[in-house]
T-cell receptor, first 116, second 116 residues
């Protein structure tokens, strides 16, 4: 059974600092991995999607890496800003040999607070 | 482009009462998902529709939860009777196609349910 773990559960940093969020998963048979952002009272927004054959993806100040063999992904945020404050969720899409579902298995998230 | 719409945004009920949530996906999206997010946890998939057919409902507590997707567009999720442990945010998401490798899910703002 696939399980996704995220550490730390909460993180507080001063503005301008670079930071890394961690995600680990127990089964390396994944189709892709996504990082989402969740703001209070709002839904999830997809930040980056990494295919199982890829090692990393970048978007602006965000960089996500994937090491499928070790079951790990990291989300790197450069030069953090107060507007980055949110909960960050990691989700894996398990490999389905039947190809019928698009199930996402989520981690519990990291609550990030960037202090001005 | 309009996003995924959900209503109501908040609902407070007493245990053993019934409640229903409504979701309108992004226009043209064939796949619709309902997730349950308990406080402090990541979202958990309850049910997944492809057009108006159920693809995956393995984690739906069928003794009290039901869902339908009329004409392959809007969807309703019902709980009858509600229990205290059903207190959670119920998220609806949609995606364009089912099995595309790059396919991401777009989430609505969620309905926050409190069962007293």
């Amino acid at each position: 059974k696939q399980e996704v773990t995220q550490i730390p559960a909460a993180l507080s940093v001063p503005e301008g600092e670079n930071l890394v969020l961690n995600c680990s998963f127990t089964d390396s048979a994944i189709y892709n991995l996504q990082w989402f952002r969740q703001d209070p009272g709002k839904g999830l927004t997809s930040l980056l999607l990494i295919q199982s054959s890829q090692r990393e993806q970048t978007s602006g100040r965000l960089n996500a890496s994937l090491d499928k063999s070790s079951g790990r992904s990291t989300l790197y945020i450069a030069a953090s800003q107060p507007g980055d404050s949110a909960t960050y969720l990691c989700a894996v899409r398990p490999w389905d040999y039947g190809g019928a579902t698009n199930k996402l298995i989520f981690g519990t998230g990291t609550l990030l607070a960037v202090q001005p | 482009e309009a996003g995924v719409a959900q209503s109501p945004r908040y609902k407070i009920i007493e245990k053993r009462q019934s409640v229903a949530f409504w979701c309108n996906p992004i226009s043209g999206h064939a796949t619709l998902y309902w997730y349950q997010q308990i406080l402090g946890q990541g979202p958990k998939l309850l049910i997944q529709f492809q057009n108006n057919g159920v693809v995956d409902d393995s984690q739906l507590p069928k003794d009290r939860f039901s869902a339908e997707r009329l004409k392959g567009v809007d969807s309703t999720l019902k709980i009858q009777p509600a229990k205290l442990e059903d207190s959670a945010v119920y998220l609806c998401a949609s995606s364009l196609v089912l099995a595309g490798a790059q396919e991401t899910q777009y989430f609505g703002p969620g309905t926050r349910l409190l069962v007293l």
